[in-house]
């Protein structure tokens, strides 16, 4: 009874974190599609697996350092912050690679599948990295 008493314990902390998680999310997808020069959500309902590819990527490349942020955090606003600083490095990415590789998206809403993963994996090797550097 002990160890029910004590896991229940942490039930509002993990609902804090994951109410946080989610909305970081939606932030960062809401950005995402924003600066992107097509509609991802209507690409991908018409069967767009270069957008689906992309977004998904982005997805990736930004939870997996927000997983570690959860993990590594102190409190809730220390999670928030790295998830933010996530949140930009993902941005700068996109950004840059966008400027330093001319057209990289503009067969995505042809459904040139090779830039879609190419910029899916940028962004999930992004996180990796930027996932490592978020160590105490």
Do not use: H
């Amino acid at each position: 009874m002990e160890m029910l008493r004590y896991s229940i314990a942490g039930l509002p902390s993990f609902g804090l974190y994951l109410a946080a998680t989610f909305a970081l999310l939606a932030v960062f997808l809401l950005i995402y599609v924003n600066i992107t020069p097509y509609k991802e959500i209507a690409l991908i309902r018409e069967g767009n697996a270069a957008a689906a590819a992309s977004i998904s990527g982005a997805m990736l490349g930004f939870v997996i350092p927000l997983a570690n942020a959860v993990i590594q955090s102190s409190n809730i606003a220390d999670m928030v912050m790295w998830g933010v600083i996530a949140l930009v490095v993902q941005l700068i990415v996109y950004g840059v690679v966008t400027r330093v590789i001319p057209g990289i998206t503009s067969g995505i809403p042809q459904g040139k599948v090779a830039q879609g993963v190419f910029l899916g994996a940028l962004s999930v090797s992004t996180g990796i990295l930027n996932a490592a550097c978020i160590t105490y």
